[in-house]
Antibody
Framework: QVQLQESGSALVRPSQTLSLTCSVS??????????WSWIRQSPGKGLEWMGY???????YFNPTLQSRITISVDTSKNHFSLKLNSVTAADTAVYYC???????????????WGRGSQVTVSS | DIQMIQSPSTLSASVGDRVTITCRAS??????LAWYQQKPGKAPNLLIY???SLQNGVPSRFSGSGSGTDFTLTISGLQPDDFATYYC????????FGQGTKLEIK
């Protein structure tokens, strides 16, 4: 079965770029029908969907983050990545990667999640 | 964006109880509403989609209802494993979550 695992920098300086990768095992990115999302969770904002990339390569972002976020896929490494630039302390959160495997059945819900990666923005 | 408000924020109950959690949307989301369970230090887990459809593998004591702006999650016959935080999520207009309801042992 498909599993997701986040990796990346745990500490990011203010104004710098946050970078995380989600490695996919047990399945292949680009197989045709999956949506691959990033979702973050902080005590102040709760759960916040950040954006997704579809197997087709199309992307869709939370309007509040659209100017700062990039999501990309590397099919050769079977992972997808998040970049969030110009970070501030408000971007401190646990970052999850998640997938939607059966949008026709369940709609845009998140049926598989990684374990999460704590990212702290601090100087 | 669509705001999702859950009530109560905290709910105390005992094993065997029947509990209900409410989620209200700031505008209609039709039936495009999901419920998740999250335990400390873990990622959320999808329980219900399309307001009332049970995700594969989720026990039948969980049920969901509602449409438009008002939704409920009901757990019938609480088990020790059910004490966790529950979130609703709408997927009508991009995707937003409620603030969570913590279900704790009385």
């Amino acid at each position: 079965q498909v599993q997701l695992q986040e990796s990346g920098s745990a500490l990011v300086r203010p104004s710098q770029t946050l970078s995380l990768t989600c490695s996919v095992s047990g399945g292949s990115i680009g197989s045709g029908h999956f949506y691959w999302s990033w979702i973050r969770q902080s005590p102040g904002k709760g759960l916040e969907w950040m954006g997704y990339i579809h197997d087709s390569g199309s992307t869709y972002f939370n309007p509040t983050l659209q100017s700062r976020i990039t999501i990309s896929v590397d099919t050769s490494k079977n992972h997808f990545s998040l970049k969030l630039n110009s970070v501030t302390a408000a971007d401190t959160a646990v970052y999850y990667c998640a997938s939607t495997s059966s949008v026709v059945v369940t709609g845009m819900t998140f049926d598989l999640w990684g374990r999460g990666s704590q990212v702290t923005v601090s100087s | 964006d669509i705001q999702m408000i859950q009530s109560p924020s905290t709910l105390s109950a005992s094993v065997g109880d029947r509990v209900t959690i409410t989620c209200r949307a700031s505008q209609s989301v039709g039936s495009l509403l999901a419920w998740y369970q999250q335990k400390p230090g873990k990622a959320p887990n999808l329980l219900i989609y399309k307001a009332s459809s049970l995700q594969n593998g989720v026990p039948s004591r969980f049920s969901g209802s509602g449409s438009g702006t008002d939704f409920t999650l009901t757990i019938s016959g609480l088990q020790p494993d059910d004490f966790a935080t529950y979130y609703c999520q709408q997927y009508h207009t991009y995707y937003t979550f409620g603030q969570g309801t913590k279900l704790e042992i009385k």
